[in-house]
């Protein structure tokens, strides 16, 4: 049973070492490696920001994962979540993004790496669209496609 809980302080560790795990990293639009105490700063800074929520996913009460949503200028949002390895492959990613998508409830993109076949499934399976496709960030080799939810289905 999937559900989310708003992140607190204490999850802060935690939080990092969903994130940047090197396979999370490795498949991730941003590969670049923040240290613990670089994410903290951030971290205690982006929770006091509540239009941009950070959730952490549990499943049958036990956390394995978090979705973030930042909100952009226009009022929508940018989603990622990153799940830890044991829980992935069984339907909870999916759960996770479609009861974030439930809560956000507005216009929502998620820009995802031309390998990450599993999130790109994931996100499908949720609705969202491929609305662009772009070149490689200095230094990567993968494109980035936009996925884009809204509430009504339209992008
Ligand atoms: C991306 C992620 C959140 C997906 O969650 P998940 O729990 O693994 O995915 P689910 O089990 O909910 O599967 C959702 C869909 O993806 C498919 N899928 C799962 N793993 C897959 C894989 N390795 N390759 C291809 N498709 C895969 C499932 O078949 C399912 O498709 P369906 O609904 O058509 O059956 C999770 O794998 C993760 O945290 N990965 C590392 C971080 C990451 O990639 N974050 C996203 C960056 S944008």
């Not at 399976?125 to 200095?138: E, H, I, S």
Request: one cysteine or more; hydrophobic letters at 50%.
């Amino acid at each position: 049973m999937i559900a989310l809980r708003p992140a607190s302080l204490d999850d802060c560790a935690q939080v990092w070492a969903w994130r940047f795990a090197a396979d999370v990293r490795a498949v991730s639009a941003d590969a670049r490696l923040v240290e613990l105490d670089e994410h903290a700063a951030w971290y205690h800074a982006r929770l006091l920001e509540p239009a941009s929520p950070i959730w952490i996913v549990e499943d049958a009460g036990a956390g394995i994962g978090v979705v973030r949503v930042d909100q952009m200028a226009d009022g929508s949002g940018m989603m990622s979540i990153a799940l830890a390895r044991a829980a992935r492959g069984r339907g909870a990613g999916r759960g996770a993004i479609a009861a974030s998508c439930q809560r956000w409830n507005k216009r929502v993109v998620a820009i995802i790496r031309a390998d990450n076949t599993a999130s790109q499934a994931a996100f499908e399976a949720c609705g969202f669209r491929p609305a662009a496709r772009t070149a490689p960030p200095f230094g990567g080799s993968q494109d980035l496609i936009t996925y884009v939810w809204s509430p009504d289905g339209e992008s």
